[in-house]
């Protein structure tokens, strides 16, 4: 995997972000520029960003949890694949829902 950070990528987003601080998709862009960068610190402080201005963003669940697992953070992963579930069940989301258990249940497979 390339770990290194896309700096123009990323200037550009802290740009729209200084214009645009609570556009969500830009705290969720800039997270997963840091988890392609295997910056999980990063990546980490801006799903929860993400998740703080909308906690039904279904998608940063399941990448901040994926960012958790790479850090070695399995019971955070866990958590945030659980709360994924819950705000997928109550949005129907009926793929996000498989993707999650699937992911969970994989993740308690190698416990």
Known sequence: MNNEINNSRLTQLFTLL???PEELFLHYAIA???K???NWKEATTWFLKTLSLNPSYIAAYYQLAEVYEAN???SEAK???ETGIVYAQAAKDLKSISEFKNALMNLEIED
Do not use: N, P
């Open 32 to 34: 997963t520029e840091y």
């Open 79 to 81: 958590a945030a694949y």
């Open 18 to 20: 200084s214009e645009q």
């Open 72 to 74: 070695g953070q399995r």
């Open 36 to 38: 392609k960068a295997q």
